[in-house]
Antibody, heavy 122, light 108 residues
Framework: QVQLVESGGGVVQPGRSLRLSCAAS????????IHWVRQAPGKGLEWVAV????????YYSDSVKGRFTISRDNSNNTLYLQMNSLRGEDTAVYHC???????????????WGQGTLVTVSS | SYVLTQPPSVSVAPGKTARISCGAN??????VHWYQQKPGQAPVVVMY???DRPSGIPERFSGSNSGNMATLTISRVEAGDEADYYC???????????FGGGTKLTVL
């Protein structure tokens, strides 16, 4: 079955960096775009970024553009999110999510990981 | 940027009908998806492309989208339906995914 497992979260000081990973299994990773979606404690869902199936295209929310970089390693079935210049408002659970259908970027999410918590605090 | 507006909370008695709205300018021209999220769990899609129900989602769940409002309707509400519900779409003008603020459904 489809599995997405995030890792790399933790406590980090403002201004520092952190890299999240999302390990995929149960499907042909290289055929799917993958998104990052975050959820601040007690708050709603917020889309962060997406990368196309082949890694050629990336899109970001305005709140992270220029600070975060999404990338992927199709040979290792892993998605990454490099987060630089972290701020308190980046504190959230970060989920990776797969859109329904191969190669398509913009579709409903049919699979989600459980998420990894990032806490930005001094 | 495109903004989706949901009521923060909806309360309904068991067996009654809950309607959760998602408002935005001309949302009827876009495809809206709905997710259910229970505490400590990842979201699960309950409706896609406005009114398509994934396998495993009860027929009690239905959706509609027209004009400036999309609606998720849950008939014969059960205690197990208590959760947060989010609408979502793709804003093609900016190539962004947009989520509504979420609605907490309380079963009285």
């Amino acid at each position: 079955q489809v599995q997405l497992v995030e890792s790399g979260g933790g406590v980090v000081q403002p201004g520092r960096s952190l890299r999240l990973s999302c390990a995929a299994s149960g499907f042909t990773f290289s055929n799917y775009a993958i998104h990052w979606v975050r959820q601040a404690p007690g708050k709603g869902l917020e889309w962060v970024a997406v990368i196309s199936y082949d890694g050629r295209n990336q899109y970001y929310s305005d709140s992270v553009k220029g600070r975060f970089t999404i990338s992927r390693d199709n040979s290792n079935n892993t998605l990454y999110l490099q987060m630089n210049s972290l701020r308190g408002e980046d504190t959230a659970v970060y989920h990776c999510a797969r859109p329904h259908g191969t190669t398509t970027i913009w579709n409903w999410f049919d699979s989600w990981g459980q998420g990894t918590l990032v806490t930005v605090s001094s | 940027s495109y903004v989706l507006t949901q009521p923060p909370s909806v309360s309904v008695a068991p067996g009654k009908t809950a309607r959760i709205s998602c408002g935005a300018n001309n949302i009827g021209s876009k495809s809206v998806h709905w997710y259910q999220q229970k505490p400590g769990q990842a979201p699960v899609v309950v409706m896609y492309y406005d009114s398509d129900r994934p396998s495993g989602i009860p027929e009690r769940f239905s959706g509609s989208n027209s004009g400036n409002m999309a609606t998720l309707t849950i008939s014969r509400v059960e205690a197990g339906d208590e959760a947060d519900y989010y609408c979502q779409l793709w804003d093609s003008s900016s190539d962004r995914v947009v989520f509504g603020g979420g609605t907490k459904l309380t079963v009285l």
